[in-house]
Nanobody, 123 residues
Framework: EVQLQASGGGLVQPGGSLRLSCAAS????????RGWFRQAPGEEREGVAC????????FYSDSVKGRFTVSSDKVTNTVYLQMNSLKPEDTAVYYC????????????????WGQGTQVTVSS
């Protein structure tokens, strides 16, 4: 059984940082395109950042480029999202996801989803 376990969300002040983690079991993350989505109240789920399978490239939405960094660790089979210079508009439930095809992440239809972790940016 494939499981993606997300953690690391919380309450942070504007300008602060958080690191989200998504630990995978039942699959080898390096063989998959993997990444992060978010969904704010009343909004559609949107892609934030992703990594292509193997040593593929990283991709970011324009809204987080330069502030967020996605990375992956083969030893721990975990994908991370380092979020810096957080803004109130980054407030959302963040989800990790994985699929054999990068295109599936691009169009937000990955095969595997993790549970969400809440990120709230507020003073």
């Amino acid at each position: 059984e494939v499981q993606l376990q997300a953690s690391g969300g919380g309450l942070v002040q504007p300008g602060g940082s958080l690191r989200l983690s998504c630990a995978a079991s039942g699959l080898i993350l390096a063989d998959y395109a993997r990444g992060w989505f978010r969904q704010a109240p009343g909004e559609e789920r949107e892609g934030v950042a992703c990594i292509a399978s193997g040593d593929g490239g990283t991709f970011y939405s324009d809204s987080v480029k330069g502030r967020f960094t996605v990375s992956s660790d083969k030893v721990t089979n975990t994908v991370y999202l380092q979020m810096n210079s957080l803004k109130p508009e980054d407030t959302a439930v963040y989800y990790c996801a994985a699929d054999l095809k990068l295109h599936s992440l691009v169009v937000a239809t990955p095969e595997y989803w993790g549970q969400g972790t809440q990120v709230t940016v507020s003073s």
